[in-house]
């Protein structure tokens, strides 16, 4: 069972960066890649951006040109570059695969951005 390990979230301010990092014990990557999902407080979950075997990327429309999605198979990490951070993007942010059926959900890890 795979079970995803997500870190690097905190508090920054409007127009701040971080940078999420997410491992797990097993191979996270599947055949349609990997994701990083979001859940912010009353709101379903959202895929924010995923990255596939063969490197193609894609993201949500709220975050393109801010966020960057990036991995090393070698590590078994998948990263998240957060840029230009707006107090939307106040959720816990959470890596598994793109489409269901889901691995097993991981802590995540708190993003919270001030105004």
């Known amino acids: 069972q795979v079970q995803p390990v997500e870190s690097g979230g905190g508090l920054v301010q409007t127009g701040g960066s971080l940078r999420l990092s997410c491992t797990a014990s097993r191979s996270i990557f599947s055949l349609d890649g990997v994701a990083w999902h979001r859940q912010a407080p009353g709101k379903q979950r959202e895929l924010v951006a995923l990255?596939?075997?063969?490197?193609?990327?894609n993201y949500a429309d709220s975050v393109k040109g801010r966020f960057t999605i990036s991995s090393d198979n070698a590590k078994n990490t998948v990263y998240l570059q957060m840029n230009s951070l707006r107090p939307e993007d106040t959720a816990v942010y959470y890596c598994?695969?793109?489409?269901?059926?889901?691995?097993?959900w991981g802590q995540g890890t708190q993003v919270t951005v001030s105004s």
């Open positions: 598994n695969r793109p489409t269901p059926p889901f691995f097993s």
């Open positions: 990255v596939t075997v063969g490197s193609f990327t």
